[in-house]
């Protein structure tokens, strides 16, 4: 059965001001970087490597407001995330959040069960202080806690700024990350619920199984934890039965585990980035021009013109608080596992439930055509 509560019953433990950056391992972070720019309309911030004296791998920092990206490439087959991008492809490996006290987060975090990932340190450099901590989630995912209020040099201690040259691409303005959805096994969904529940102190809100969403061969079970303040809201799936593969299946094949199935990133206008990204390049889920006959009738009175939202085929859901326009570019990589979501809220604190069943007869053709159906 589905449901969503706005009420706090979440028992917060150490305070989390919300995302900090999305770390991604790739292949090629060259490469990775000159996409997100030109195709997603990010710039280039800052940068780690041999030429700064990182012998072991390369970082570079993306930044579109309050949304950054590290691209992190491995320069040895020995380094550990060398193993990891051999599994899965190209793939989240950090959800950093930014917490006044890492040390203390981190501390807390394994007093309630969690596993290290990195123990806490301070980097007193001429900048200002930097600390850090990280510990382990899904997969091979991580939580990085930042703490760099009083660090004034460019993003991190060893990295220097770097400037994006001139690309002729449109921008798009992503404003920040709404939420994070992580993909887990059969019967692993509650686990990790409450592992957000224990280890951070949040709440459970919204709640749907295969009796809310499904198609005839697709379905899915998920339930979102949030931080008290709003900022951090992670969606957690598992597959559910279906009479075919779950969409959620062919992930958990492809990225051989769990981990991070989709970024959503806010805009305020949506028509603007959608029609933006899709001119730089950026493909999105085909959806039927069938979903627009219903839609006013699902969605009552909005905004937007309801023409040119087919136009650029935007979905939207309403739910008690408002309503949401929303659309899921195709995975951005060979392996069908990782895409982004881009989100517009006008009101609504969910995600798109109402949505779901014209998102997964999409994905489904998609899911078909690879022949993995
Ligand atoms: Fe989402």
């Known amino acids: 059965m589905a449901f969503m509560t706005k009420e706090w019953t979440g028992r917060e433990v150490f305070k989390i001001d919300g995302f900090h950056h999305v770390e991604f391992c790739v292949g090629n972070a060259k490469q990775a970087a000159y996409f997100y720019q030109s195709a997603f309309g990010f710039?280039?911030?800052?940068y780690m490597g041999p030429e700064t004296g990182c012998k072991t791998h390369v970082s570079y920092v993306l930044k579109q407001n309050h949304v950054y990206f590290v691209l992190t490439t491995p320069l040895h087959s020995s380094h550990p995330a060398s193993e990891q991008l051999k599994k899965h492809g190209d793939?989240?490996?950090?959800?950093?959040?930014?917490?006044?006290?890492?040390?203390?987060?981190?501390?807390?975090?394994l007093r309630r069960g969690a596993k290290e990932a990195f123990a806490p340190r301070a980097d007193k450099t001429k900048e200002g202080l930097f600390v850090t901590a990280g510990i382990r989630t899904y997969g091979d995912t991580i939580h990085s806690f930042i703490h760099d209020g009083e660090f004034k040099?460019?993003?991190?201690?060893?990295?220097?700024?770097?400037?994006?040259?001139?690309?002729?691409?449109?921008?798009?303005?992503?404003?920040?990350?709404?939420?994070i959805?992580?993909?887990?096994?059969?019967?692993?969904?509650?686990?990790?619920?409450?592992?957000?529940?224990?280890?951070?102190?949040?709440m459970t809100f919204v709640e749907f199984d295969e009796k809310d969403i499904s198609t005839r061969y697709s379905a899915l079970k998920s339930k979102v934890v949030r931080s008290k303040n709003w900022r951090v809201k992670m969606p957690i799936n598992e597959p559910a039965k279906g009479l075919k593969k779950s969409q959620i299946e062919e992930y958990l094949d492809f990225n051989e585990g769990p981990g991070v199935q989709h970024v959503a990133l806010i805009t305020k206008d949506i028509v603007h980035a959608v029609?933006?990204?899709?001119?730089?390049?950026?493909?999105?889920?085909?959806?039927?021009?069938?979903y627009y006959d219903a839609l006013g009738a699902r969605v009552g009175d909005i905004d937007e013109d309801l023409e040119?939202?087919?136009?650029?085929?935007?979905?939207?859901?309403?739910?008690?608080?408002?309503?949401?326009?929303?659309?899921?570019?195709?995975?951005?990589?060979?392996?069908p596992t990782f895409f982004f979501e881009i989100i517009e809220r006008k009101g609504a604190l969910g995600f798109g439930q109402g949505n779901f069943q014209a998102l997964f007869e999409s994905i489904e053709r998609e899911q078909a055509r690879r022949g993995n159906l």
């Open 43 to 46: 710039d280039l911030h800052a």
């Open 308 to 335: 040119l939202l087919k136009k650029h085929k935007i979905l939207v859901d309403r739910d008690q608080e408002g309503y949401l326009l929303q659309l899921f570019t195709r995975p951005i990589e060979d392996r």
């Open 153 to 179: 040099g460019v993003w991190a201690p060893g990295f220097v700024a770097l400037k994006s040259p001139a690309l002729n691409r449109q921008t798009v303005h992503l404003a920040a990350i709404d939420h």
């Open 275 to 290: 029609s933006a990204l899709r001119a730089n390049g950026v493909e999105f889920l085909e959806v039927p021009d069938s």
């Open 91 to 109: 793939f989240v490996c950090d959800i950093a959040l930014s917490v006044p006290d890492p040390a203390h987060a981190y501390e807390e975090c």
């Open 181 to 202: 959805v992580g993909n887990v096994a059969v019967r692993d969904m509650d686990r990790w619920a409450k592992f957000y529940e224990e280890v951070f102190g949040f």
